[in-house]
């Protein structure tokens, strides 16, 4: 069973047109929710720590958001050097180590 | 300024034979990590260091052995390569892998084929 299911898989925007990708988890006493964007031949870069309900961070055009059972990523007025895969993880009780989604390809089109 | 760097960047290797995969990273982390990434699938942790002269199994251990040669470097082994090990392998690193401590370190991958 997935630890962590993000939507959609792949999401197409116009330049300007605001939108949210989402991370469901299903670990109980979660430890830390983590944002990465990734380019394509490169490794992931980090981009965000969640680490209670109801938390938020912003970087940019970047808003990450936590609740009990989901994550939201927003992006607004979105740029094509937005474009990007944008992976979740989390670090569940009783592990150091983090599990990861299968990611949302972004592609933001001028 | 290096960050994780990864060593090498690509290669192809035959059904049965053996190499290394090197990272080092300049940022005096305790923790590193080896991850595998296949198309439809998230990142999978193989092995991982939480201390020097510590390494544990991850979610896909099979296959590889590791090494932790010193505090900056950490090997992954493949010892006689199989072509489901056709994948991009990621290191990374962290100042600790205890609560709080966030994963913000990776290298650009090795892509490694095998035929």
């Known amino acids: 069973e997935d630890q962590v299911t993000q939507s959609p898989e792949a999401l197409r925007l116009q330049e300007g047109e605001s939108s949210s990708l989402n991370c469901s988890y299903t670990?109980?006493?979660?430890?830390?929710l983590f944002w990465y964007r990734q380019d394509p031949g490169k490794g992931p870069e980090f981009l965000f720590t969640?680490?209670?309900a109801g938390e938020e961070k912003e970087k940019e055009r970047l808003k990450a958001t936590l609740t009990k059972k989901e994550s939201f990523l927003h992006i607004t007025a979105p740029k094509p050097e937005d474009s990007a895969t944008y992976l979740c993880?989390?670090?569940?009780?009783?592990?150091?180590?983090?599990?990861f989604g299968k990611g949302t390809m972004l592609l933001v089109s001028p | 300024n290096a960050g994780v760097t990864q060593t090498p960047k690509f290669q192809v290797l035959k059904t049965g034979q053996s190499m290394t995969l090197q990272c080092a990273q300049d940022?005096?982390?305790?923790?590193m990590y080896w991850y595998r990434q296949d198309p439809g699938m998230g990142l999978r942790l193989i092995y991982y260091?939480?201390?020097?002269?510590?390494?544990d199994k991850g979610e896909v251990p099979n296959g590889y052995n590791v090494s932790r040669l010193n505090k900056r470097e950490f090997s992954l082994r493949l010892e006689s390569a199989a072509p489901s090990q056709t994948s991009v392998y990621f290191c990374?690193?962290?100042?600790?892998?205890?609560?709080?401590?966030?994963?913000?370190?990776f290298g650009d991958g090795t892509r490694l084929s095998i035929l």
């Open positions: 990374a690193s962290s100042e600790s892998s205890v609560l709080g401590a966030s994963l913000k370190h």
């Open positions: 670990v109980s006493g979660l430890r830390g």
């Open positions: 969640l680490y209670s």
């Open positions: 993880a989390v670090q569940a009780p009783g592990y150091s180590t983090l599990t």
């Open positions: 940022m005096n982390h305790n923790s």
């Open positions: 260091s939480a201390s020097e002269g510590t390494t």
